[in-house]
């Protein structure tokens, strides 16, 4: 067959494959009269095997070498090729999201695009003060994804860095709930807490109370107690249990208990605060600390109850819970 005739058939142009010959990848058998390549049935099969490896990612370089040389085994190259595709999938992922980003700031000008990518840079320093002021640099009113901001949030580990990331985020304009729910859901704890908090700083985001609620039952403490102060400084009333907690395991203790006593004016919410409170106070497990802050708790609360409580508390036989309680009282 001459060249036109197996272009035809192979899908593979003519150039490529004057390529192929110049290359020894594919050289016809014969030459007609007239000088011009003739390929046989063998040299068809060759190019089909040429373009087969061609399409597993090989170059022009390493498809000759495995055609000449038996030696020459599959699984090592098929390896590498896994590592090579792997790589180019994640930077093309990379590319993606950065595409994303760009266009979900629906930007009005080039200025804004290459704002954009300027702060993503800067988000991808090694260097935690090139974070923060990539984020606090930004001009105001300037276009910032969300998306791209709750992202950082929740691989971001320096705290300063964080808290940067979490103002920008809450004064964004944008939605970028979704992206810190997917956060909750990580096996990372940190991860979690990293989403949680920043969630916590925008309770009026769409969904915002609802994720605040489920993570009420994490399993991780740190992340029931940032969802409790956040819901109960809105007035959700089902943070008690683990406000109360906080105020037993002296985890944040005096912000669960201000907390309470913002809690404690909503309708019928009072009683059940201090019913908690004294319960615990009563507990056999509950050691001299543990009681103490619970008075602390307790003092905050409105009404008369207290004083009662306290009087009870000044004849404990725990010298340390009576001082208190008799110190609050005086």
Do not use: K
Request: aromatic share 2%.
């Amino acid at each position: 067959m001459l060249i036109g005739e197996v272009a035809r058939r192979s899908g593979v142009s003519p150039r490529m494959l004057r390529h192929y010959d110049a290359l020894g990848l594919v050289r016809p058998t014969g030459r007609t009269v007239g000088g011009y390549r003739e390929y046989s049935a063998e040299d068809v099969r060759r190019i089909f095997h040429v373009e087969s490896l061609r399409s597993l990612g090989l170059s022009l370089q390493q498809i000759g070498r495995a055609l000449r040389d038996p030696a020459f085994t599959p699984s090592a190259l098929v390896g590498d090729l896994i590592r090579w595709t792997e790589d180019r999938i994640e930077r093309e992922r990379e590319l993606l999201e950065r595409l994303r980003a760009i266009d979900a700031s629906a930007p009005a000008d080039w200025q804004d695009v290459l704002r954009v990518v300027e702060l993503m840079q800067g988000l991808d320093s090694p260097s935690a003060a090139r974070r923060q002021q990539a984020v606090l640099a930004r001009p105001e009113g300037g276009p910032v994804p969300a998306e791209l901001l709750a992202d950082a949030v929740l691989a971001e580990s320096d705290p300063n860095v964080a808290g940067a990331l979490r103002w920008a985020l809450a004064r964004s304009g944008g939605d970028g709930t979704a992206t810190l729910a997917a956060g909750m859901h990580a096996e990372d704890a940190g991860i979690r807490r990293r989403a949680v908090l920043a969630i916590a700083e925008m309770p009026e985001a769409p969904g915002a109370t609802e994720v605040l609620a489920d993570a009420l039952r994490d399993p991780d403490p740190t992340v029931r107690g940032h969802a409790a102060l956040a819901l109960g400084r809105h007035g959700a009333t089902e943070a008690v249990p683990t406000l109360v907690r906080m105020v037993v395991e002296g985890s944040h203790d005096v912000d669960a208990a201000e907390v309470l006593a913002t809690l404690s004016r909503e309708p019928g919410c009072g009683d059940r605060i201090m019913t908690a409170l004294v319960d615990e106070l009563a507990a056999p497990t509950a050691d001299s600390a543990t009681r103490i802050r619970l008075i602390q708790a307790l003092v905050e609360l409105p009404g008369t109850t207290v004083r009662e409580v306290l009087r009870r508390l000044a004849h404990d036989d725990d010298r340390a819970v009576a001082l208190v309680a008799s110190a609050f009282l005086g």
